[in-house]
Nanobody, 126 residues
Framework: QVQLVQSGGGLVQAGGSLRLSCAAS????????MGWFRQAPGKEREFVAA????????YYADSVKGRFTISRDNAKNTVYLQMNSLKPEDTAVYYC???????????????????WGQGTQVTVSS
């Protein structure tokens, strides 16, 4: 069992930066691929980024590539999402999630994730 507790987020102007954190309980954190998803009002949840258990591999949605960076610190059981050059269309509730799958092509699929954080609001004003 893994519990994920998110922090960070808030209100920022377009062009600004925010960092989200997701702290995991349990000693098996380092065995999970970690991902970030987001859901804007009236829209379906969408994949943002994912990182392998070792941190060696990362994958991003095209919409955030070059602006967002996912990272993890297995010693602290924490995964991060650094968001730079934020745009109003990045406004959403962001969720971290954990999956045991190592198949990169499945990282974008929400149902593949076993555990989810509580969500945190990110609002980007124009």
């Amino acid at each position: 069992q893994v519990q994920l507790v998110q922090s960070g987020g808030g209100l920022v102007q377009a062009g600004g930066s925010l960092r989200l954190s997701c702290a995991a309980s349990g000693r098996t954190f380092s065995s999970y691929t970690m991902g970030w998803f987001r859901q804007a009002p009236g829209k379906e949840r969408e994949f943002v980024a994912a990182i392998s258990w070792s941190g060696d591999s990362a994958y991003y949605a095209d919409s955030v590539k070059g602006r967002f960076t996912i990272s993890r610190d297995n010693a602290k059981n924490t995964v991060y999402l650094q968001m730079n050059s934020l745009k109003p269309e990045d406004t959403a509730v962001y969720y971290c999630a954990a999956t045991s799958t190592i198949r990169i092509r499945l990282w974008t699929s929400g149902p593949e994730y076993d555990y989810w954080g509580q969500g945190t609001q990110v609002t980007v004003s124009s």
